[in-house]
């Protein structure tokens, strides 16, 4: 790129417009789009990339766990066909397990941008398909020991050649998925808002020039990683290193993985290190490297530069060590069908590795999961259905206030649960409670935020999967703070019994039953003694602390201040 120094008002438009134009995409493809983790939850993420897979810019609310791969995905397709093999019209598919490292639903499309004649970059996006053939169904599902069982693989194949569709691809997605209407309508979305992309990067280029637009962008780029490094500056060098555990793989249910992180603090370089991370698993609770790199840059861009835009500046001044066959870089054909399962606590423990040398910034762990529901079935009309959903909870106490409640994961950014009314609608189902799961948060100086209880009853004979984890390890608290109620799924069957369930694949369910998901809270902050009696007088009037729960928790001279019976439950 031309570096010379653009003037700063062109800098500023460029800035906003690329992330616009992301932006304008993203509501473009929620608008088209067929399923409802697309147009309600928004499990998405777009952007605007450069012909050597460096993102100009991501819409802002796209999905944080995509931050690590989208350019990856394009740079396939450009080793594929080569700069000069791209022509308008092109659109192109890419979900390869062994490049794109995450589960099969996430289909990356992406469309080449021309000014003048010249390839001058990328309009990409990834969404979640509601089905990608394979044994699985939905999210959640612990069944498969390689990739070949988890639905097609598509890598970097043109869907569109220069403006005509490949019937020959079409034809073969559609006869090897469950739901051919729903991911065939979400495909022709996310092509429509790559088309849209494409179009506005090239308006850019014809207003003020290639040359200029691209110093503009290396400038963000560099301005962001500056931002960035004055950060890093000033945690205090040296390495850090934290362990956690996550309940098992899913399959083999007594083994905890272990989630080991060392970060190394260098001037103003950011080193990850997961040279100690668990070894791949036998279950799909793995991912290909991007997960790895994905965590890592979560974590790096929440500490650093939180309140920028997304660019590839942003990333510059962290490395991340991820040697190959460990849980998240692990080596093809592996079964990575819940890769994301265990991406928020690998992020919590980077910030807990932190946390001696920058307490004033680390907050106490978050519900520290991504788990959802899945409920498939056949509806009276003998057609199927697929139910998905997320779930929030609470998240770490922070240094100076309360955690949030009822909040997605870390990885999740602004993704939201469906609404009750849709899925009432649309499914057989009866949701008889979402709500604040009381008492769930972790005492401290600063409470974590509460998890929810959200409970489905099945008007249909049907079958689920419930994917919890940190079930045995909860949100930890810090400096002195207590942990959060972990997460638990039950089964209250017809006759009145019921079970609790973590990890289970295709559950039977029969018309009556109700299945309960109660999700973490966050990890409290601070020593429970120093909490201000009037925010726990609030906490015991609002209900999302008990009284007995004072006592216990926070002593008899707290009890005494708030003037609460800490005898009554």
């Known amino acids: 790129m031309n570096i010379a120094k653009p003037h700063p008002i062109t800098v500023e ?31 998405f993420c777009c952007g605007l990339i450069d012909t050597s897979g460096r993102m100009i810019s991501q819409n802002r609310g796209g999905l944080p766990i995509f931050l690590a791969d989208l350019g990856v995905a394009v740079v396939d397709g450009i080793e594929r066909y080569g700069l000069d093999g791209f022509a308008p019209g092109d659109v192109v598919m890419m979900n390869y ?85 729903a991911s065939l309508g979400d495909l022709r979305a996310q092509m ?37 490094r004055s950060v890093v500056a000033t945690i205090p060098d040296g390495t850090y290193t934290a362990e956690s555990f996550l309940d098992n793989d899913g399959r083999t249910l007594d083994k905890p993985l272990r989630v080991k992180v060392t970060v190394k603090i260098t001037g103003d370089n950011f080193n990850v290190d997961f040279s100690e ?13 991007s997960g790895g790199i994905a965590a890592a840059r979560v974590a790096f861009k929440a500490l650093t530069s939180p309140a920028l835009d997304v660019n590839e500046g942003c990333f510059r001044p962290l490395e991340v060590t991820l040697p190959e066959g460990t849980m998240l870089s692990a080596k093809h054909p592996a079964a990575i069908g819940l890769w994301s399962i265990a991406l928020p606590t690998v992020i919590d423990t980077i910030l807990k590795a932190l946390a001696p040398a920058i307490p004033s910034m680390i ?10 529901c899945s ?47 849709l899925q009432e609608m649309r499914y057989p189902f009866l949701i008889e409670e979402h709500a604040l799961r009381d008492g769930s948060g972790g005492a401290g100086e600063y409470r974590g935020g509460l998890g929810v209880i959200v409970r489905y009853r099945c008007l249909r004979d049907c079958k689920a999967n419930i994917n919890f984890d940190r079930t045995l390890t909860p949100p930890w608290g810090l400096h002195g703070g207590l942990p959060a109620t972990p997460n638990e799924g039950r089964i209250l069957r017809g006759d009145g019994t019921e079970t609790i ?66 005898a009554t439950a």
Request: glycine share 12%; proline share 3%.
């Open 277 to 289: 991370m668990e070894p791949q698993v036998s279950g799909p609770l793995n991912s290909g490297r």
């Open 13 to 43: 438009v460029v800035r906003n417009a690329v992330v616009a134009y992301a932006d304008e995409m993203a509501n473009a493809l929620c608008k088209a789009a067929y399923n409802m983790m697309i147009y309600e939850v928004r499990d």
């Open 375 to 421: 409920f498939f079935g056949t509806r009276e009309d003998g057609s199927r259905f697929l139910l998905l959903n997320i779930f929030g909870g609470g998240w770490g106490g922070r240094p100076h206030e309360d955690g949030e409640s009822s909040s997605v994961s870390v990885c999740q950014g602004d993704v939201r649960n469906t609404p009750v009314e």
């Open 501 to 566: 369930v973590y990890k289970a694949t295709e559950i039977q369910l029969y018309a009556g039953d109700m299945v309960s998901f109660l999700t973490a809270g966050g990890g409290g902050y601070g020593e429970p003694a120093d909490r201000d009696p009037k925010l726990l007088a609030r906490d015991v009037a609002m209900e999302f602390v008990s009284a007995a729960d004072v006592r216990t928790q926070y002593g008899d001279a707290l009890t005494k201040a708030t003037g609460v019976d800490g």
């Open 192 to 228: 429509a808002s790559c088309k849209l992309g494409a179009q506005r990067y090239a308006e850019l280029l014809g207003r003020y020039g290639q040359n200029t637009v691209e110093t503009c962008v290396e400038t963000i780029w560099n301005q962001a990683e500056t931002a960035a």
């Open 97 to 181: 397990g062994a490049v794109c490292g995450q589960h099969l639903n996430n289909m990356a499309v992406y469309a080449p941008c021309f000014f003048e004649g010249k390839l001058v970059g990328f309009a990409a996006n990834r969404a979640h398909w509601v089905d990608i053939g394979g044994m699985r169904q939905g999210f959640g599902s612990a069944a498969t020991t390689e990739i070949y069982g988890e639905g097609l693989q598509i890598r970097s194949l043109k869907i569109f050649e220069a403006g005509k569709r490949n019937e020959t691809l079409w034809q073969i997605i559609n006869d090897n998925i469950r739901f051919p209407d």
């Open 363 to 372: 907050p106490a762990a978050h519900k520290g999961d991504m788990g959802g």
